[in-house]
């Protein structure tokens, strides 16, 4: 740990008294490099979407945090994700998204691996055509597997493989939106989108957390969604955000409005909520669609938002629901758009010598300072 | 097909990353080696075939497994 144990024991005094993050939290590649250890690796991360390998065979591979991985949907339709490296001599495994026939073929010598994993040959291991020796022992050699999980279509990572099951890690949110445990849809190249922010991450979930902002930042909620029709949301340790009681979607030019999840509670009818999952994953649910945001931490300085929209039934993904779609799509680009000289100027900020972290908001930042009481903890572990 | 044409049929196969072509080539020299009694050379060719139809899902890849397993160069 490179920064003073007491600037962290500012940080986790209660949010009347506490102090933000310091700055080398956000400008510090050395804390950076710290933090994929203690804050993403023993976590369960966000990594990806599920829906990028829909069929069994498909393998997208993807740097994350410097680790070479990729996701597998196997024969049996079994999302996996592996350490994208052969046993051999630690090839690259696989380049570039694409469907994988049968076996995953190391380029270099040509091992072979099944789709979930198991080393299926090793060509010429003992010799010019003998693809077997006794001190090749293919059930060992199998590909490293990462333990990962699926969830409103996010595709989750432990890479130390020693956090407690996901079902556990994220019990209460899973808990808390229940209602939602339904398949959900994406909508296609319309419903996905990405933003390249020159910001470390944490300044994207922190400012996704609290709607402080909104009236500033983002007015034309002003109309319909006033900060008073906001509450925060705060789980310790786990999560934290927001919750608006006025979530009313504009009918469509026709008058239709997307369907919506089938049994929810008269919360929803106009009730939606935004939440960091910790640490870098960002959802918003509203009774006719979600969305996921898997903020991937490029370097200290940068990071991308991968925003990725479902929808309630498989026919709102046709071309009848196009326009309605990208209609949907757009106001929250908009929106995230407007957020982005927010956390870049916060970045930019980070670089005064002077400042201390900041002084919260008793009222209005708590569910941003529950984000950082969890990474100053985490750190000091 | 003579050896001459089958080497160069495999160099063109190769360089066209065609792997069911690559598959029924080595198959057919892996076939040519066995019929001299070469059987080295047979498991050579086999192990090719048998590598290529795993990539890229041929059926055959069960048949050739079979035969390298015959020689005892597979599990």
């Known amino acids: 740990m490179t920064v003073h144990a007491t600037d962290l024991a500012a940080v986790t005094q209660p949010v009347n008294t506490a102090r933000g993050l310091p700055s080398p939290f956000y400008v510090d590649p050395a804390v950076f490099e710290e933090e994929k250890k203690l804050v993403f690796f023993q976590n369960w991360a966000g990594l990806g979407f599920a829906k990028d390998v829909p069929e069994p065979g498909d393998a997208r591979p993807i740097s994350f945090l410097g680790q070479p991985l990729v996701m597998v949907r196997d024969k049996d339709g079994v999302l996996r994700v592996f350490q994208n490296v052969c046993r051999h001599r630690g090839m690259i495994l696989i380049e570039k998204p694409?469907?994988?026939?049968?076996?995953?073929?190391?380029?270099?010598h040509s091992w072979c691996y099944e789709l979930d994993g198991r080393l299926r040959t090793t060509p010429h291991v003992g010799g010019p055509g003998t693809n077997r020796h006794d001190d090749i022992k293919r059930d060992e050699l199998g590909l490293i597997e990462v333990r990962s999980h699926e969830w409103l279509g996010v595709v989750f990572v432990n890479i130390d493989g020693q956090a407690p099951a996901f079902e556990d890690y994220a019990a209460q949110l899973l808990a808390r939106w229940a209602e939602f445990d339904h398949p959900a849809y994406h909508g296609g190249a319309?419903?996905?989108?990405?933003?390249?922010?020159?910001?470390?991450?944490?300044?994207?979930?922190?400012?996704?957390?609290?709607?402080?902002?909104l009236p500033w930042i983002?007015?034309?909620?002003?109309?319909?969604?006033?900060?008073?029709?906001?509450?925060?949301?705060?789980?310790?340790?786990?999560?934290?955000?927001?919750?608006?009681?006025?979530?009313?979607?504009?009918?469509?030019?026709?008058?239709?409005?997307?369907?919506?999840?089938?049994?929810?509670?008269?919360?929803?009818?106009?009730?939606?909520?935004?939440?960091?999952?910790?640490?870098?994953?960002?959802?918003?649910?509203?009774?006719?669609?979600?969305?996921?945001?898997?903020?991937?931490?490029?370097?200290?300085?940068?990071?991308?938002?991968?925003?990725?929209?479902?929808?309630?039934?498989?026919?709102?993904?046709?071309?009848?629901?196009?326009?309605?779609?990208?209609?949907?799509?757009?106001?929250?680009?908009?929106?995230?758009?407007?957020?982005?000289?927010?956390?870049?100027?916060?970045?930019?900020?980070?670089?005064?010598?002077?400042?201390?972290?900041?002084?919260?908001?008793?009222?209005?930042?708590?569910?941003?300072?529950?984000?950082?009481?969890?990474?100053?903890?985490?750190?000091?572990? | 097909m003579d050896r001459a044409t089958l080497d160069a049929a495999l160099i063109e196969a190769h360089g066209a990353g065609d792997k069911r072509r690559l598959v029924s080539l080595y198959t057919q020299a892996a076939d040519a080696a066995e019929a001299k009694g070469d059987i080295g050379a047979c498991c050579f060719h086999l192990t090719q075939a048998y590598v290529f139809a795993l990539a890229c899902g041929a059926r055959q890849a069960g048949a050739l497994h079979a035969r390298l397993l015959a020689h005892g160069r597979e599990e």
């Open chain 1, 218 to 381: 983002h007015p034309g909620l002003n109309s319909y969604s006033r900060l008073e029709d906001h509450y925060h949301i705060e789980q310790p340790g786990r999560f934290s955000g927001q919750g608006t009681t006025v979530y009313r979607p504009m009918p469509f030019g026709d008058g239709r409005q997307f369907p919506e999840f089938p049994g929810l509670s008269e919360k929803w009818n106009e009730g939606a909520e935004y939440i960091a999952l910790y640490p870098n994953v960002l959802f918003g649910v509203h009774k006719d669609h979600t969305y996921g945001i898997v903020i991937e931490p490029v370097s200290h300085e940068k990071s991308i938002e991968h925003v990725e929209i479902f929808y309630t039934k498989a026919e709102v993904t046709g071309d009848d629901w196009r326009e309605m779609r990208e209609q949907n799509a757009a106001m929250w680009k908009e929106i995230f758009v407007e957020d982005v000289f927010v956390v870049e100027g916060m970045q930019k900020g980070r670089h005064a010598s002077g400042f201390d972290g900041g002084k919260f908001s008793p009222v209005m930042d708590s569910p941003t300072h529950c984000f950082h009481h969890w990474v100053a903890t985490q750190m000091q572990d």
């Open chain 1, 190 to 213: 319309d419903s996905s989108f990405k933003l390249e922010v020159d910001c470390n991450w944490k300044l994207a979930v922190e400012n996704y957390c609290e709607s402080y902002h």
């Open chain 1, 98 to 108: 694409g469907k994988i026939q049968r076996a995953i073929r190391c380029p270099y």
